[in-house]
């Protein structure tokens, strides 16, 4: 029991010493002036211009074909529940056509706000 023990302390110490052997001391500051909001901010400003375009290019448009699908599904289930009952149910068309038309603008103006 005494061995167990002893062999696996040794292998988490050495763990411990592999893992502290590879790591870097990442400083975060802008000039060494100790302003890690400056260091943030010249992060975003460089990294922008690629986030903006995954974002505009990949992002919204698999956000959209989802709600474009699930439009399109609500409005076939409302259609066959009117079918049915004899009522139209418009809540649900409406909020994922209103969220539809929301994401398929806001590339133009996103950017701005943020």
Request: hydrophobic share 50%; aromatic share 14%.
């Amino acid at each position: 029991m005494k061995k167990k023990t002893l062999k696996t302390l040794c292998s988490t110490l050495m763990i411990l010493m592999i893992m502290a052997s590879f790591t870097i001391p990442a400083f975060a500051t802008d000039g060494g002036t100790g302003n890690v909001a400056g260091a943030i901010e010249n992060t975003w400003t460089t990294a922008r211009q690629q986030v903006e375009t995954v974002v505009n290019n990949v992002v919204f448009p698999v956000i959209d074909l989802v709600l474009a699908v699930m439009f399109f599904i609500k409005v076939g289930t409302c259609y066959f529940e009117y079918k049915k009952h004899g009522s139209f149910e418009f809540t649900g068309p409406c909020i994922l056509f209103a969220c539809l038309i929301f994401t398929l603008t806001a590339p133009l103006y996103i950017w701005t706000i943020i």
